[in-house]
């Protein structure tokens, strides 16, 4: 297991003792979901506040679960003064989440009922990407000054959490050009839409994080350290080729933010047609992952979610478990490492 698998594995036990204390507080409170639902997670507002004091305001949708965020505003109090604690930070959400997670040469977690001496995750930053749970949808709102888009962001070797700077939505590959030949993959998740991932090394049709956008947080793996600086201006064009050839059913499958990917190579040993369904089954008979065919295609990769150790429900795969594929029900024959482990990318070829 990496250390990363291992980090994340600490975490959530941890929030399992928590998460029953938690509940019990964060139920007290009153949230209005219809109208947080009609806010868009991925097209945060940012506006100007006030048209004298250089205030911004940033909303972010967190939908019940782990969200993977992040904030492009320099946080202030009410006098101006900046503001760093996880605890400020976060005031507009008090008592509405469960779980603060980030990750900096090591995983750190602030969970908001311990002391805080507990906790190890002591700040938030604009520069960093965080993983907040929240037990009810809520809506996130960070008061401050705007964050200079292409202001430096060092990155390690192996894996960062990363925040996103620019103030709009701006095509993956070209938000990240600074670093355009240093990266292997970067994802992100939320509960709505589940995992979206970017392979650098892959063919568009495979990569359906087509853009990086204000509000989310990137878990990206680094081939090198190198210093991520984003553009200060892009778009999030709709023409690039993205995969039309087949899509995500993520229908009654629970979408944990534990997930790999599995491409199944058909080499033209079956034929994939319009509405065709292959459907990855983990070893307790749950189906745990989708795709729908949309048009002819050899190759189609599905995301397969994992089993939340924090919930006795079984959600999906647990590290190890063996992962059966079904197309319209019929199980699959096929070659390679079928099994399912967090992050793992496989390539399976029909027999
Ligand atoms: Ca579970
Ligand atoms: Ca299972």
Known sequence: MSNFAKAKNILFLSIAVFSLVVVLTANKNTVNTSKQAAMSFLNPKVTLASATAPTQTQTIQLYTGWNYISFNIEPLDQNGNPIY???DVLMSINGQYAAVQSFDRGAKSYYPDLPESMNDLKTMLPQFGYSIKVPQNVVL???????????PISLQAGWNNIGYLPNMAINTKFALYSIRDKYEKIYTFNPKDGAKVYYNDLPWSFNDLTC???????WIKMKEAAALIYPLTGNCSATLPTSDSYYQDTNGITMSNFWADFVIDTAFKIRLKTGDVIEAVDNNNIVCGRAVINKLTKTVQIHVYGDDATTPADEGAKNDEPITFRLNGNTISLTGYSVWNEQAYRTLTVN
């Open 85 to 87: 604690s996880v605890k």
């Open 141 to 151: 709102t960070i008061n401050g000054k705007q964050t200079k888009a292409n202001q």
């Open 212 to 218: 990086m956008r204000p509000g989310q947080g990137y």
